[in-house]
């Protein structure tokens, strides 16, 4: 509500990390993989005297891929976490100085492993699910410089369904299973100053 008109944001957040970890028999395992998260943000109050407002975001976005052990002969250890997040809100502007927000959250995830269980012998599984949540927010004009917010995050249960193997030399093992993920919910808070029309200080703490 502090903003005017129609805006939109797009782009790409790249994690990439540099993982180097010396086991205990010295051999060094390595990890640099790669990992992607997009993100969306639309925002608008052609719906007087309400702001609509969508986002879709990556909270989570993980892969590993380790170097293969030769010294025990176990495969590679292999992972992958991504959330991805879809949120309509809607906002009103009580007064000059009170705003509240609302939103309702979407999850979809995706959950990959594959994991040595011994000599030439790997557990490797994949799922996917999805899950839902809620957002409430609430913005304080102090001042035309200060603001003071609250948000709050509710808890959010995903559930994943997907297939597990175990792959040895002999005959594959596979079953289906089910996994939940519980994300707890959250309070947030935040201060922002404002010195010069040009220069925004904020704060912000989980």
Not at 91 to 96: H, L, T, W
Request: aromatic content about 12%; hydrophobic content about 35%; proline content about 6%.
């Amino acid at each position: 509500t502090q903003t005017k008109g129609t805006e939109i944001g797009a782009g790409i957040s790249y994690v990439f990390p540099k993982i180097l970890y010396t086991m205990p028999n010295g051999v060094d395992q390595k990890c640099e993989k790669e990992a992607l998260g997009p993100y969306l943000f639309f925002r608008t109050d052609k719906v007087n005297p309400i702001v609509l407002g969508f986002g879709m975001y990556s909270p989570f976005a993980r892969v590993s891929d380790w170097s293969v052990d030769s010294a025990n002969y176990f495969g590679p250890l292999k992972s992958k976490i991504v959330r991805v997040d879809y949120t309509p809100t809607a906002a009103y502007k009580i007064n000059s100085q009170l705003s509240v927000g609302i939103g309702f959250t979407l999850a979809s995830a995706d959950e990959e492993w594959q994991n040595p269980a011994g000599p030439a012998t790997t557990y490797k599984d994949k799922s996917n699910g999805y899950g839902y949540g809620g957002t409430i927010g609430i913005l304080y004009q102090v001042s035309d410089k200060v603001n003071v917010g609250t948000v709050y995050r509710s808890r959010m249960n995903i559930k994943l369904e997907g297939n597990a193997q175990l792959i040895t030399p002999g005959p594959v093992l596979s079953d289906d299973f089910n996994l939940n993920w519980h994300f707890p919910s959250t309070l947030g808070i935040g201060l922002s100053y404002k010195p010069k029309d040009n220069l925004l200080l904020a704060f912000d703490s989980n």
